[in-house]
């Protein structure tokens, strides 16, 4: 049989494998089986108009349902029909038997006769507060949300979707529910077109330092490309539709989290209205999640750049968002969501957040295998290992024989040759010196009064006679005595010799010597500093060495930050002689009178990292900014020795 004048609009065609529409079947029911509540319900779509063979998966044609819902609904409560009131809708229908329909197979452990157990836990879907880190992006006079993520204390990363609405671009964020920051830059992916769901993404900086707890874990970044089993996606619908064992009405709306299984390419399923937005498809950059049952309409919206996010407990216990979500609909129920996945971008993010960083891919790279360690090279370089080479390499990109040896600018190479071998060698010294302490070279720097001695600051053991310490501890009124922590003998001061280039009020080059009359000699509690000599990389957990008010040597942990951490805050440039850490668990890092940043090695061997400027009490900063030892290696050893 044939329609003559094609489908109409009442019309549905529909096809599938296990199809058992009959001919001479019409008026059988053509429904689907929509979720809510964990509950699945069957909703008609259709009633058969004509089919073919039993059992043939051949197209057969159904009387669209909602072409004459009015008509229907009329027509029922006319003859009397219960429960069909005015406002009579989907999610009423979806409420109202929802204790007797059968429960969605995600939360079913086992079914035996006429018993179910169900684990709650399981739910697709169920109401929940979004994580911390994510942020609500908003427009002054303007009625449009739109979401990110915290990845930094200045910084929020959403899709480029979020960087502009009626050509305006948003104005502030709100974060941690009550809190407002406005928004100074704006960063869209420089390849991004708007309306395209390719490079979609977008770096907001703040114009301050967002205002965040003590315990807040800014999101990290998924660098991986691939990712398995669920993440955690995030909506917004009717609070009635998505609880667990309850059916009352109530359609006030509220945040959703939604287990989300991570769809390959062949799985994602993606709406046809998208189309226009990925014209080449789905590229590695997608991130696609979703379950496959459908849910009742209106039970829940997506989020435009909220995140996809899991805490990975058995890897390391932090906050990872593996993508932003961008196109979609229904939360990804029977029709999938698509994100922009963060690790296909992480190199234009550096480029935007890391200082001064270049793109490595970027990179000629040329190998010439007449040039040897030690040779001159181009550009007034040398050839040298590559660890002793700064990042500027990168930039050159000439390799000398192999890749394990590169041109590097002279003023860029670590000059190992001017560093004293003491230095070199205090490591090895150290690990074969019997050691009852970790804090064997630390020592109170005093001042003689009226008999009384005072120690005002503190420095480290380098020799027998030298104790490295700052040049704001010294002042204008040199020491007279040092005395040892950990026993009960004062060493007489003979001279004191501050950096020539130390400027008192931006505290650079804030670094001294003092050299004692008498000589030291080692012991188990006695024993030198060495010096931390990497010039490009800096330990990541450092220990701060300070004396508390009963005179108790204690430890607390800072990280290094980049000196355009500090610098936020801080009232001079900063150079890269100076060091910019922070303490992980204070909203402050109080630093006073000279305390030592300190790298223990696996084998306990202290190393000097930084000093902090001497300071008459302590100072509260969120970052703590000291000099950097490896900055003056050669000053100290060409005065040290």
């Known amino acids: ?51 073919i063979t039993c059992g043939a998966s051949y197209p057969g044609v159904y009387t669209r349902v909602s072409f004459y819902h009015d008509w229907i609904v009329t027509t029922m409560r006319s003859q009397g029909a219960v429960g069909l009131d005015e406002n009579y809708n989907t999610t009423l229908c979806a409420l109202r038997f929802a204790e007797y329909r059968e429960f969605d197979e995600a939360v079913v452990v086992r079914q035996k006769d006429t018993e179910t157990e169900i684990d709650g836990t399981k739910m697709r879907i169920l109401e929940a507060s979004t994580p911390e880190q994510m942020v609500q992006i908003r427009w002054f006079r303007k009625d449009k949300d ?82 398995h089993g669920s993440v955690n996606a995030y909506g917004r619908g009717r609070r009635d539709m998505n609880k667990f064992g309850s059916f009352k009405l109530d359609p006030t709306e509220s945040y959703h989290l939604i287990q989300s299984p991570v769809q390959n390419a062949s799985s994602c399923i993606l709406s046809k209205q998208f189309d226009q937005r990925l014209r080449h498809g789905l590229a590695s950059e997608h991130f696609c999640v979703g379950n496959d049952v459908f849910q009742v309409p209106g039970s829940c919206s997506q989020l435009a750049g909220s995140i996809f996010d899991s805490t990975l407990f058995k890897k390391n216990k932090y906050h990872h968002t593996m993508a932003l979500s961008l196109l979609g609909r229904d939360c990804g129920f029977g029709e999938h969501l698509i994100g922009t996945r963060l690790a296909s971008h992480v190199e234009w993010m550096k480029t935007v957040l890391l200082p001064e960083y270049k793109e490595v891919t970027s990179v000629f790279r040329y190998v010439d295998p007449d040039l040897r360690e030690g040779d001159l090279c181009e550009d007034r370089g040398r050839c040298v290992p590559i660890e002793k080479c700064s990042a500027s390499w990168r930039r050159l990109g000439t390799f000398c024989t192999n890749s394990s040896v590169v041109c590097c600018p002279d003023d860029k190479a670590e000059k190992l040759s001017k560093i004293h071998a003491d230095i070199l060698a205090c490591p090895n010294f150290i690990r074969n010196l019997p050691r009852l302490t970790k804090t064997g070279s630390f020592v109170l720097i005093g001042w003689t009064r009226n008999r009384t001695n005072h120690f005002l600051c503190s420095g480290s053991i380098l020799n027998e006679e030298v104790i490295l310490t700052t040049a704001s501890c010294l002042r204008d009124d040199p020491p007279q005595v040092v005395s040892h922590h950990h026993t009960p003998y004062l060493y ?98 109080c630093v006073s009178t000279t305390d030592q940043a300190v790298w223990l090695d696996p084998e306990g061997v202290p190393f000097l990292v930084g000093l902090t400027p001497h300071a008459a009490e302590c100072v509260q900063w969120r970052y703590s900014v000291l000099t950097r030892i490896s900055s003056h290696l050669e000053w100290i050893g060409e005065n040290l020795f």
């Open 146 to 227: 739109c979401y990110g993520v915290i990845v930094d204390e200045d910084t929020v990363l959403t899709v480029a979707d979020c960087a502009e609405f009626e050509e305006e671009p948003p104005s502030y964020i709100k974060y941690l529910k009550t809190k407002l920051m406005n928004i100074s830059s704006i960063h869209v992916h420089p390849d991004h077109v708007r309306g395209s769901g390719y490079n979609n993404i977008a770096i907001l900086k703040m114009s301050q330092l967002l205002d965040l707890p003590l315990d807040f874990q800014p999101s990290c970044i998924w660098h991986e490309t691939d990712f």
């Open 492 to 589: 007489r001061v003979g001279a004191a010799l501050k950096h020539p280039a130390y400027n008192a009020t931006s505290k650079i080059n804030d670094i001294a010597l003092i050299q004692l009359r008498d000589s030291l000699s080692w012991s188990t509690v006695l024993f030198p500093a060495c010096l931390w000599t990497n010039t490009t990389h800096t330990p990541i957990v450092m220990k701060m060495l300070f004396l508390d008010q009963s005179d108790a040597l204690k430890f607390f942990t800072v990280h290094p930050m980049y000196n355009s951490d500090c610098q936020r805050t801080h009232p001079y440039r900063m150079p890269s002689s100076q060091l910019c850490v922070r303490d992980p668990g204070q909203n402050t890092t």
């Open 1 to 51: 049989r044939k329609l003559r004048s094609g489908l109409q609009g009442q019309h549905i065609c529909a096809v599938d494998e296990k199809m058992d529409t009959c001919e001479g079947d019409s008026g059988g029911p053509l429904q689907v089986k929509l979720l809510h509540n964990s509950r699945m319900s069957p909703f008609l779509v259709g009633v058969t108009s004509f089919g």
